[in-house]
């Protein structure tokens, strides 16, 4: 008796957890193949389709427990001949959810909307696999031009933000921007971009992540409708007043006044570091967010 008991209490909670599980990845898919009615902002039209989702999930639970498995496994299906033929990947989910995050949360800058696009899961992949943080090369660029700018003392005051900012202060003076081949999206690896100084977006982007990654930094790329630029961690929310002022005694020309430009995810600050910014922190070219593509410590 006590055995059968057990065996249902493993049943219930298998069916509950598979009823909440359920509800993220079937908001995304119903996002994907639902379009918004009209000029429906993306944010509310995608939590029509988590309420959407929620409500499906539990009349589908209450319904029959054999039907929410059965969706379980539809949904799992689904993603599965998605990430065969279709490039979108279960781990393109959690950078969709990452971008959801980033665009939700309180920043003065107000981030538009979080706008799901199919056609970031191939990006996210390629830009995982183009990084070399770790390459010894890498590594040595990133540690001569960290400290090719900006004085001991301001090391010693302002810490290892100090270093991040001479790596942008370097790559940003020095690149050129050269589209890439006809009919192709070419992302060129580090080892490459670090001798040439050139190339598109793309490219500096996953040059500026690796580098600071190579000198122990936290880099991420950001992915948005026409545009690929990294942001850095360089402290907690509370730092911003810290961060804002180091940024004005180093880039005092560059910033003239200007607004220090930033994406709170939790407590993290993280601070745009991309070329079409004069400074750490500069404007964001383009607003939306597709993806925030993260990486491993």
């Known amino acids: 008796m006590s055995q059968n008991l057990h065996s249902s209490h493993l049943v219930n909670f298998a069916v509950r957890f598979i009823q909440i599980i359920i509800v993220f990845p079937m908001a995304v898919l119903l996002s994907f193949y639902i379009p918004p009615y009209n000029s429906m902002d993306y944010e509310l039209h995608f939590l029509l389709c988590l309420i959407l989702s929620t409500v499906v999930s539990i009349v589908a639970t209450r319904y029959s427990r054999k039907l929410v498995v059965l969706m379980f496994i539809s949904i799992l299906g689904t993603f599965i001949y998605n990430s065969t033929f279709k490039n979108q990947t279960f781990e393109g989910i959690y950078d969709d959810y990452n971008a959801l995050l980033v665009n939700m949360t309180s920043n003065p800058h107000k981030v ?42 301001y090391y010693q005051k302002f810490g290892k933000m100090t270093r991040y900012f001479s790596l942008f202060k370097h790559i940003r003076l020095n690149w050129k921007y050269v589209n890439d081949p006809l009919g192709m999206d070419y992302y060129s690896p580090p080892v490459e971009s670090m001798n040439l ?21 936290e880099a991420r790329v950001v992915i948005s409708p026409s545009h690929m630029y990294t942001e850095v961690k360089v402290g907690s929310v509370d730092d911003l007043e810290k961060v804002s002022y180091a940024i004005r005694t180093l880039f005092p020309d560059e910033v003239a006044g200007g607004k220090i430009h930033f994406h709170e995810t939790g407590d993290d600050l993280w601070i745009n570091f991309d070329y079409t910014a004069s400074y750490p922190g500069g404007p964001f070219l383009e607003p939306e967010l597709y993806s925030v593509i993260s990486f491993e410590k």
Request: glycine share 8%; hydrophobic share 35%; with cysteine.
């Open 197 to 217: 100084l050139a190339g598109d977006c793309d490219d500096y982007a996953i040059l500026m992540a690796s580098s600071v990654m190579s000198i122990g930094g």
């Open 112 to 153: 538009s909307y979080f706008k799901p696009v199919r056609g970031t899961y191939f990006q996210n992949q390629r830009v995982k696999s183009a990084m070399q943080a770790t390459h010894p090369k890498v590594r040595d660029f990133g540690v001569k031009n960290s400290t090719r700018y900006f004085h001991d003392e």
